[in-house]
C-alpha cells in the first residue's frame, strides 16, 4: 500500500459544487501539505499543516480550505468549485526537522471542474 | 519571497549524449531538492542538497549546489531513454519546511 494515500484518483464535477479531497498517510510524518500542479507553472502550495493544531495558508489558498482531522489526515475543501481549479492536486508529508528531509507525494488527484 | 527558476522548460536530447538542467533560485535558501516526475504520476525524491559545494550522484544523475550563484544544476551523463520524465527542483527558505518550486524541465531522450 501507498505510503501516502489520495482520494479521490479522479473526479469530474460541476461548477458551484462542494468538493473535498483527502489525504491519509501511514509515514508516521507531522507536517503535511497541499500542493495543485498546472502545466508550465510547477507545483503551488496551497496550504499546510505542521501538526494537528496547525494550519497555514500557502501562495495560492483563495478559494480553499482545509483540515487536519488527525496526524495521519488532512483534508482539502473547495467550498464551490470554478473551472479555473481544474488542475492536479498532490499531497505531501514530511518529517519535523532541520535535516532536509524530503517531502513524499501521494499519487494525485485529478479534478476536472465543468 | 523565494522564486525559483529552470531552464530549460523543454530538453531533447539523444541517447548518449550529456546535459546540464539549471536552477536558479532568488534568495537565500538553505537546502535545495531535485524531485522526478513520470507522466501522470507522483514526485519521486531524487537529491537534497544542504550546503554549499554539496554534490550528489545516483547513476547517470549528478547534482550539485552553489550557494553563493544562488544556483543548483542537475546533469545528465550519457543519457537513456529511461531517464526520459519532468524535473524539478525546489527550495526551501531559511529554516523553514515549504518548499518553493521551479517550473520544471521536460526531459525526453530519444533513441
Known amino acids: 500500500d501507498a505510503d501516502v494515500t489520495q482520494t479521490p484518483r479522479n473526479r469530474i464535477t460541476k461548477t458551484g ?3 473535498m479531497l483527502e489525504c491519509s498517510q501511514t509515514k508516521g510524518h507531522d507536517r ?4 495543485r500542479q498546472d502545466p508550465g507553472l510547477g507545483l503551488r502550495l496551497i496550504y ?9 495558508k500557502g501562495e495560492i489558498s483563495d478559494g480553499y480550505s482545509v483540515s487536519r482531522q488527525a496526524q495521519a489526515k488532512f483534508s482539502l475543501s473547495l467550498e464551490s468549485a470554478i473551472p479555473n481549479q481544474t488542475a492536479l492536486y498532490f499531497c505531501a508529508t514530511s518529517e519535523t526537522g532541520t535535516g532536509g528531509q524530503p517531502q513524499h507525494f501521494g499519487d494525485g488527484t485529478r479534478l476536472s471542474i465543468l | 519571497e523565494l522564486k525559483v527558476e529552470q531552464n530549460p522548460l523543454f530538453l531533447s536530447m539523444q541517447e548518449g549524449k550529456n ?3 539549471y536552477c536558479n533560485y532568488s534568495t537565500t535558501s538553505d537546502r535545495l531538492y531535485w524531485y522526478r516526475q513520470d507522466p501522470g504520476k507522483s514526485l519521486e525524491s531524487l537529491f537534497v542538497l544542504l550546503s554549499n559545494g554539496a554534490v550528489k550522484q545516483e547513476g547517470r544523475l549528478m547534482a550539485s549546489l552553489d550557494t553563493k550563484a544562488r544556483l543548483s544544476t542537475l546533469h ?3 543519457a537513456v531513454h529511461d531517464l526520459s520524465a519532468t524535473y524539478f527542483c525546489a527550495g526551501a527558505e531559511t529554516s523553514g519546511s515549504r518548499l518553493t518550486f521551479g517550473e520544471g524541465t521536460q526531459l ?3 533513441p
Open chain 1, 48 to 56: 499546510y499543516s505542521f501538526d494537528v493544531k496547525d494550519i497555514n
Open chain 2, 76 to 78: 545528465i551523463t550519457a
Open chain 2, 108 to 110: 525526453t531522450v530519444n
Open chain 2, 19 to 21: 546535459y546540464t538542467i
Open chain 1, 17 to 19: 459544487k462542494r468538493i
Open chain 1, 32 to 35: 503535511m501539505y497541499w500542493y
